[in-house]
């Protein structure tokens, strides 16, 4: 079992800084995956950006490339988003999620994670 907690989102204007955080506890495989998701009311769990918890490529959504960065700190098993110059289409709520890659599934997919957090919401005004 793993846990996520989600914390770091609140209230901000267009253009300001958010860095969001997930920590996790329980059974962590450094070949896991992690993931940040978002999801709007109504709409689906849309991929943001995601690693694995040993390095290596991290992977983002096209449209947010440049402006959102995924980092870690191992020590703590806490993974960072950082979004910078954020949008009022940045509202949402974001998700960690956390799962072991058995190959089934692209990195995108919700279906590749098991393990989520509660999310934490983010919203822009303009």
């Known amino acids: 079992q793993v846990q996520l907690v989600e914390s770091g989102g609140g209230f901000v204007q267009a253009g300001d800084s958010l860095r969001l955080s997930c920590a996790a506890s329980?059974?962590?495989?450094?070949?896991?995956?992690v993931a940040w998701f978002r999801q709007v009311p109504g709409g689906e769990r849309e991929f943001v950006g995601g690693?694995?918890?040993?390095?290596?490529?991290?992977n983002y959504a096209d449209s947010l490339k440049g402006r959102f960065t995924i980092s870690r700190d191992n020590a703590k098993n806490t993974v960072f988003l950082q979004m910078n110059n954020v949008k009022p289409e940045d509202t949402a709520v974001y998700y960690c999620?956390?799962?072991?890659?058995?190959?089934?599934?692209?990195?995108?997919?919700?279906?590749?994670?098991?393990?989520w957090g509660q999310g934490t919401q983010v919203t822009v005004s303009s």
């Open positions: 329980g059974r962590i495989f450094s070949n896991d995956r």
């Open positions: 690693t694995r918890w040993s390095g290596g490529n991290t």
């Open positions: 999620a956390a799962g072991f890659d058995n190959g089934v599934y692209s990195y995108k997919s919700t279906n590749m994670y098991t393990y």
